[in-house]
Protein backbone atom coordinates (compact mmCIF):
# COMPACT_ATOMS: atom_id res chain seq x y z
CA UNK A 1 0.00 0.00 0.00
CA UNK A 2 2.56 2.46 0.76
CA UNK A 3 2.62 5.19 -1.71
CA UNK A 4 5.41 7.48 -0.97
CA UNK A 5 6.27 10.07 1.69
CA UNK A 6 4.14 13.37 1.99
CA UNK A 7 5.86 16.61 2.70
CA UNK A 8 5.30 19.07 5.19
CA UNK A 9 2.91 20.91 2.34
CA UNK A 10 1.15 17.77 0.99
CA UNK A 11 0.38 16.85 4.41
CA UNK A 12 -1.50 19.94 5.73
CA UNK A 13 -4.34 19.79 3.57
CA UNK A 14 -4.95 16.23 4.70
CA UNK A 15 -4.75 16.90 8.41
CA UNK A 16 -7.52 19.87 8.06
CA UNK A 17 -9.45 17.58 6.28
CA UNK A 18 -8.83 14.78 8.99
CA UNK A 19 -9.47 17.22 11.74
CA UNK A 20 -12.73 18.37 10.01
CA UNK A 21 -13.92 14.67 10.01
CA UNK A 22 -15.78 14.83 13.20
CA UNK A 23 -18.23 17.97 12.67
CA UNK A 24 -18.81 16.71 9.28
CA UNK A 25 -20.16 13.17 10.51
CA UNK A 26 -21.94 14.92 13.32
CA UNK A 27 -23.40 17.03 10.46
CA UNK A 28 -24.83 14.19 8.89
CA UNK A 29 -25.99 12.37 11.51
CA UNK A 30 -27.99 15.41 12.65
CA UNK A 31 -30.56 15.36 9.96
CA UNK A 32 -31.21 11.77 9.67
CA UNK A 33 -34.60 11.53 10.42
CA UNK A 34 -35.27 9.33 14.01
CA UNK A 35 -37.66 6.72 12.14
CA UNK A 36 -34.46 6.48 9.20
CA UNK A 37 -31.36 6.09 11.68
CA UNK A 38 -31.73 1.84 11.85
CA UNK A 39 -33.00 1.86 8.42
CA UNK A 40 -30.78 -0.66 5.95
CA UNK A 41 -30.87 0.50 2.49
CA UNK A 42 -30.29 -2.94 1.30
CA UNK A 43 -28.69 -6.32 2.62
CA UNK A 44 -25.48 -6.35 3.59
CA UNK A 45 -25.69 -2.65 3.80
CA UNK A 46 -25.41 -0.80 7.54
CA UNK A 47 -28.18 1.83 8.38
CA UNK A 48 -26.78 5.44 9.56
CA UNK A 49 -26.88 4.63 13.22
CA UNK A 50 -24.17 1.74 12.79
CA UNK A 51 -22.10 3.63 9.93
CA UNK A 52 -21.81 6.05 13.12
CA UNK A 53 -20.78 3.28 15.59
CA UNK A 54 -18.21 1.99 12.99
CA UNK A 55 -16.52 5.40 12.29
CA UNK A 56 -15.90 5.05 16.39
CA UNK A 57 -14.53 1.87 16.40
CA UNK A 58 -12.69 2.31 13.30
CA UNK A 59 -11.35 6.01 14.91
CA UNK A 60 -10.27 4.07 18.28
CA UNK A 61 -7.99 1.46 15.83
CA UNK A 62 -6.79 4.53 13.79
CA UNK A 63 -5.61 6.10 16.27
CA UNK A 64 -3.37 3.53 17.74
CA UNK A 65 -2.44 2.55 14.48
CA UNK A 66 -0.63 5.94 14.11
CA UNK A 67 1.06 5.70 17.41
CA UNK A 68 2.37 2.43 16.68
CA UNK A 69 3.52 3.85 13.55
CA UNK A 70 5.83 6.24 14.45
CA UNK A 71 6.91 4.81 17.85
CA UNK A 72 7.61 1.29 17.09
CA UNK A 73 10.46 -0.77 15.47
CA UNK A 74 8.78 -3.02 12.80
CA UNK A 75 5.07 -2.18 14.15
CA UNK A 76 2.47 -5.19 12.63
CA UNK A 77 -1.08 -2.82 12.00
CA UNK A 78 -3.61 -5.54 12.11
CA UNK A 79 -6.32 -5.64 9.96
CA UNK A 80 -9.98 -6.09 11.33
CA UNK A 81 -12.94 -7.59 10.28
CA UNK A 82 -15.44 -4.43 10.39
CA UNK A 83 -18.39 -6.33 8.84
CA UNK A 84 -18.09 -9.15 12.10
CA UNK A 85 -17.61 -6.07 14.61
CA UNK A 86 -20.75 -4.82 13.66
CA UNK A 87 -22.55 -7.40 13.91
CA UNK A 88 -20.74 -8.78 17.05
CA UNK A 89 -20.93 -6.00 18.83
CA UNK A 90 -24.34 -5.44 18.08
CA UNK A 91 -23.79 -1.47 16.72
CA UNK A 92 -27.66 -1.15 16.88
CA UNK A 93 -27.68 -1.44 20.73
CA UNK A 94 -24.69 0.93 21.13
CA UNK A 95 -25.60 4.67 21.83
CA UNK A 96 -24.97 6.72 18.76
CA UNK A 97 -24.07 9.61 20.88
CA UNK A 98 -21.34 7.82 22.63
CA UNK A 99 -19.99 7.02 19.06
CA UNK A 100 -19.88 10.42 18.07
CA UNK A 101 -18.08 11.80 21.46
CA UNK A 102 -15.42 8.80 20.77
CA UNK A 103 -15.13 10.18 17.24
CA UNK A 104 -14.95 13.73 18.41
CA UNK A 105 -12.53 13.11 20.80
CA UNK A 106 -10.47 10.35 19.34
CA UNK A 107 -9.84 12.38 16.88
CA UNK A 108 -8.37 15.52 18.38
CA UNK A 109 -6.24 13.62 20.40
CA UNK A 110 -4.99 12.36 17.53
CA UNK A 111 -4.43 15.31 15.42
CA UNK A 112 -2.94 17.17 18.12
CA UNK A 113 -0.23 14.31 18.06
CA UNK A 114 -0.03 14.62 14.35
CA UNK A 115 0.34 17.73 14.17
CA UNK A 116 3.34 18.12 16.28
CA UNK A 117 5.05 14.66 14.32
CA UNK A 118 8.23 15.84 12.97
CA UNK A 119 9.35 14.93 9.28
CA UNK A 120 11.05 11.71 9.65
CA UNK A 121 7.99 10.31 11.79
CA UNK A 122 5.97 10.48 8.68
CA UNK A 123 8.40 8.77 6.79
CA UNK A 124 8.24 5.72 9.14
CA UNK A 125 6.35 2.42 8.29
CA UNK A 126 5.36 -0.75 9.75
CA UNK A 127 3.22 -4.19 7.70
CA UNK A 128 -0.19 -3.56 7.73
CA UNK A 129 -1.45 -7.89 7.82
CA UNK A 130 -4.10 -7.42 4.95
CA UNK A 131 -1.89 -5.03 2.35
CA UNK A 132 1.59 -5.22 3.14
CA UNK A 133 3.94 -2.31 3.76
CA UNK A 134 2.02 0.51 5.59
CA UNK A 135 3.43 4.26 6.43
CA UNK A 136 2.22 6.98 8.60
CA UNK A 137 1.52 8.80 5.35
CA UNK A 138 -0.55 6.06 3.91
CA UNK A 139 -1.84 6.32 7.25
CA UNK A 140 -3.06 9.80 6.64
CA UNK A 141 -4.44 9.98 3.38
CA UNK A 142 -6.47 6.65 4.50
CA UNK A 143 -8.30 8.46 7.69
CA UNK A 144 -8.37 11.82 6.68
CA UNK A 145 -11.17 10.72 3.87
CA UNK A 146 -12.26 8.22 6.05
CA UNK A 147 -15.06 9.86 8.19
CA UNK A 148 -15.84 11.67 5.67
CA UNK A 149 -16.66 9.06 3.27
CA UNK A 150 -18.86 7.12 5.85
CA UNK A 151 -20.92 11.08 6.72
CA UNK A 152 -21.44 10.78 2.61
CA UNK A 153 -22.62 7.36 2.93
CA UNK A 154 -25.02 8.63 5.75
CA UNK A 155 -26.58 11.37 3.50
CA UNK A 156 -26.74 8.36 0.58
CA UNK A 157 -28.96 6.32 3.68
CA UNK A 158 -31.53 9.05 4.23
CA UNK A 159 -31.98 10.05 0.10
CA UNK A 160 -32.58 5.77 -0.07
CA UNK A 161 -34.80 5.86 2.77
CA UNK A 162 -36.85 8.59 1.58
CA UNK A 163 -37.24 7.61 -1.88
CA UNK A 164 -38.25 3.87 -0.52
CA UNK A 165 -40.73 6.23 1.96
CA UNK A 166 -42.12 7.67 -1.66
Same mark, same amino acid.
Given at each position: ??? @?????? /? ?5 ? $? =??? *???? &????? /?????? !?? $? ?8 ? !? ?6 ? +? ?5 ? !? #?? #??? &??? /???? &??? *? =?? $? ?7 ? =? ?21 ? %??? &??? %?????? *?????? @? ?6 ? #????? +? ?6 ? $? ?11 ? @?
Amino acid at each position: MST @GVLTAA /EREPLLR $Q =YEK *GPAR &LRAAW /EVVPAE !AR $QWRPGPGTWS !AHEVVVHC +ADSEANA !A #LR #LRY &LVT /EKEP &LIV *G =YD $QEAWAREHD =YHAHPAEVALAVVDAVRAHTAAL %ARR &LPD %AAWARA *GRHTES @GPYSACDW #LRSYA +AHVENHAR $QIERNVAAWRESR @G
